[in-house]
């Protein structure tokens, strides 16, 4: 059973960084997808970013250019590099597949905060 586990979230400024991580149990880690979701309160839940097993990356319009997605097989982790950060990019962050294949992976989530 994969195991998601999100950390790195926070308070920051407006215009602020931050870099999420997310450590994926299981064996099998280098051959899927997987992507960054967020969801704000009274929000949908959201797909953020996404990379391929080949490591080809793409980005919902909101966050293209300001939020990298990256991924180390050797460490089974994704991470999302956040910069330029809004008060709208506040959410609670996940990682999950990207396609998602179940609603049954999702993780506790790290909460991004983003004061103006």
């Known amino acids: 059973q994969v195991q998601f586990v999100e950390s790195g979230g926070g308070l920051v400024q407006a215009g602020g960084s931050l870099r999420l991580s997310c450590a994926a149990s299981?064996?099998?880690?280098?051959?899927?997808?997987f992507g960054w979701y967020r969801q704000a309160p009274g929000k949908q839940r959201e797909w953020v970013a996404g990379i391929s097993s080949g490591a080809r990356t793409n980005y919902a319009d909101s966050v293209k250019g300001r939020f990298t997605i990256s991924r180390d097989n050797a460490k089974n982790t994704v991470y999302l590099q956040m910069n330029s950060l809004k008060p709208e990019d506040a959410a609670k962050y996940y990682c999950?597949?990207?396609?998602?294949?179940?609603?049954?992976?999702w993780g506790q989530g790290t909460q991004v905060t983003v004061s103006s």
């Open positions: 999950n597949f990207s396609p998602l294949i179940g609603d049954e992976y």
């Open positions: 299981g064996s099998t880690f280098s051959i899927y997808g």
